[in-house]
């Protein structure tokens, strides 16, 4: 999806680094048990939406004792990993990936997303054309 088209549909969208991932036991909307990773982001920058200096962001998959849960859309996210989250919010308010995998973009040292030609100055653009 373009990233315009994502940053459109995102109620916020932040660029940080993960300090801290913590694994718990949810239950999603469909009455699924699964394991979510609650991934605590300190806030750089904020591209869109209220600015806030940390943010709880909730991502299925994880790991909790010897039981880990691998999503295939969803790459897992550890702490000290810059990225660029695009979110929105669930009906309990919590704060998840919009898109889901295309909500969480990793960022390299150069901030190029991992993987691609893309950098952070283009997203940055296209976000502020959706302000």
Do not use: C
């Amino acid at each position: 999806m373009p990233l315009a088209d994502r940053a459109r549909g995102s109620e916020r969208v932040v660029v940080g680094r993960v300090t801290a991932v913590n694994s718990e036991w949810r239950t999603n909307e469909f009455g699924d048990r699964l394991i979510v990773s609650i991934v605590r982001v300190a806030v750089d920058e904020t591209l869109k939406g209220p600015a806030q200096a940390d943010i709880a962001v909730e991502v299925e998959g994880g790991t909790i004792g010897d039981l880990t849960l691998h999503v295939s859309d969803q790459e897992p996210m550890a702490r000290g990993d810059r990225a660029v989250f695009y979110l929105k919010r669930t009906a309990r308010g919590a704060f998840v990936p919009h898109l889901r995998g295309q909500g969480l973009l990793k960022l390299d040292g150069s901030d190029r997303v991992r993987g691609s030609s893309v950098r952070l100055s283009d997203i940055r653009r296209a976000a502020a054309q959706v302000r």
